[in-house]
């Protein structure tokens, strides 16, 4: 079984083997989405964008914004990508209901690939730790994962990044950046109030 699809330049021909490998990848990767999904972004992107050539830099991006200003839990962005790729592998919007289908399906599955152990093992780890949360062994571990998640965090952050530093240009896109980490760090303002602006700045063309 094949699939073709085109979207935004990118064609493609997927096979079984590439949906059940592309699954496999993402339960590999439910397992060290420390500190929530986003912090998986960027080997997503290294397979889907880097690697397999299924999805572009905007897409992938897109992707991670939409998640961010849509009600829920960000692990939205996920089935996004699969959304995304799966109506592109079905031959774009225009190819109708089979392509959307499609879209469904592959949503489906990278929501399936990615919350499936890690859903099992947070049930098990959760309890254990409760119960024994007092050990010097839990406690450390609690310590160390702190600056492994910060780590995760900012490579996403960084991974959103080259799109405006590619040239002169985009240099307001940097400094919007850099104000709204340092609104977020020194005030209590929401973060969507911060997306609000970029998108109106943005929907101006200042940025």
């Not at 200003?69 to 592109?88: E, M, S």
């Not at 947070?122 to 730790?129: A, E, K």
């Not at 492994?148 to 590619?166: C, E, K, N, R, Y």
Request: net charge neutral; hydrophobic share 60%.
């Amino acid at each position: 079984m094949a699939l073709h699809g085109a979207a935004q330049g990118i064609a493609m021909s997927l096979t079984a083997a590439d949906w059940l490998h592309m699954v496999l990848h993402f339960l590999s990767l439910s397992l060290i989405t420390f500190g929530g999904v986003v912090a998986a972004a960027p080997d997503m992107h290294r397979y889907l964008v880097d690697q397999q050539h299924w999805l572009s830099d905007p897409q992938f991006n897109s992707s991670i914004t939409l998640a961010q200003i849509a009600p829920g839990p960000n692990v939205l962005f996920v089935a996004i990508l699969g959304w995304t790729l799966g109506v592109q592998a079905g031959g774009g919007m225009a190819a109708g209901p089979l392509a959307w289908a499609w879209g469904v399906l592959a949503a489906f599955l990278c929501l399936l690939g990615i919350l499936g152990p890690s859903g099992c093992l947070t049930l098990v780890v959760s309890r254990w730790g409760m119960r024994y949360q007092e050990r010097t062994a839990v406690r450390a571990f609690k310590a160390g994962m702190a600056p492994l998640l910060i780590a995760l965090m900012f490579s996403t952050g960084w991974l959103l990044l080259p799109p405006i530093q590619a040239d002169a240009q985009h240099a307001p896109g940097l400094v919007l950046t850099a104000a709204s980490v340092l609104l977020m760090w020194k005030t209590r303002i929401h973060v969507l109030w911060l997306l609000a602006a970029g998108a109106v700045l943005g929907l101006l063309g200042w940025v």
